[in-house]
T-cell receptor, first 110, second 118 residues
Framework: SQQGEEDPQALSIQEGENATMNCSYK?????LQWYRQNSGRGLVHLIL?????REKHSGRLRVTLDTSKKSSSLLITASRAADTASYFC??????????FGQGTILTVHP | GAVVSQHPSRVICKSGTSVKIECRSL??????MFWYRQFPKQSLMLMAT?????????EQGVEKDKFLINHASLTLSTLTVTSAHPEDSSFYIC??????????????FGPGTRLTVL
């Protein structure tokens, strides 16, 4: 079963703008991960935040986690056309199993 | 580092034939490998988890006799779709975790295999 909902399902912005994607999950997690997928390709790991963390940064990425609301958000700052892809959140268990959200399709227009 | 390959990248077969997909960890030992399928514009659905040398654990609703998984070594897992039918057409993606070396939290994904059953 899928982890939960992601919103928006699709996001279209201009280069230079920030992109925010949200994810809600249903089950208990050990960590929350975000992945990126270019069309027809495999997934690339972006960032992992543990259940005892609230915020994490990596380059232009900022992820937050609110375990009380069972939600996470991914912020991509100063977006580029190359950021165009699908973004998935995934709840991770202590033994490595991931359950993916529905994904957000991000389009960044040059 | 942490590269996972899949072969073939695309396969087209006739209904009723079996198809084998290979997943290899190229530069690390994969203690656990996962198999997912993804339909167009949808998310990844976990099919099964396999640990080297033991039987795969299948998710609910996945037919183990239909999707045979073998994890014979720490760098290779195979998925065989037996007696494939058009409804098995999908994008199959494997991933691997690196155990003590790379940890068990992050999964490293292969590029996927597009299966089309005519």
């Amino acid at each position: 079963s899928q982890q939960g909902e992601e919103d928006p399902q699709a996001l279209s912005i201009q280069e230079g703008e920030n992109a925010t994607m949200n994810c809600s999950y249903k089950t208990s997690i050990n960590n929350l991960q975000w992945y990126r997928q270019n069309s027809g390709r495999g997934l690339v790991h972006l960032i992992l935040i543990r259940s005892n963390e609230r915020e994490k940064h990596s380059g232009r990425l900022r992820v937050t986690l609110d375990t009380s609301k069972k939600s996470s958000s991914l912020l991509i700052t100063a977006s580029r056309a190359a950021d165009t892809a699908s973004y998935f959140c995934a709840g991770g268990t202590s033994y490595g199993k991931l359950t993916f959200g529905q994904g957000t399709i991000l389009t960044v227009h040059p | 580092g942490a590269v996972v390959s899949q072969h073939p990248s695309r396969v087209i077969c006739k209904s009723g034939t079996s198809v084998k997909i290979e997943c290899r960890s190229l530069d690390f030992q994969a203690t656990t490998m996962f198999w997912y399928r993804q339909f167009p514009k949808q998310s990844l659905m976990l099919m099964a988890t396999s640990n080297e040398g033991s039987k795969a654990t299948y998710e609910q609703g996945v037919e183990k006799d239909k999707f045979l998984i073998n994890h014979a070594s720490l760098t290779l897992s195979t998925l065989t779709v037996t007696s494939a039918h058009p409804e098995d057409s999908s994008f199959y993606i494997c991933s691997a975790t690196g155990g003590a070396t790379l940890g068990t939290d992050t999964q490293y994904f292969g590029p996927g295999t597009r299966l089309t059953v005519l």
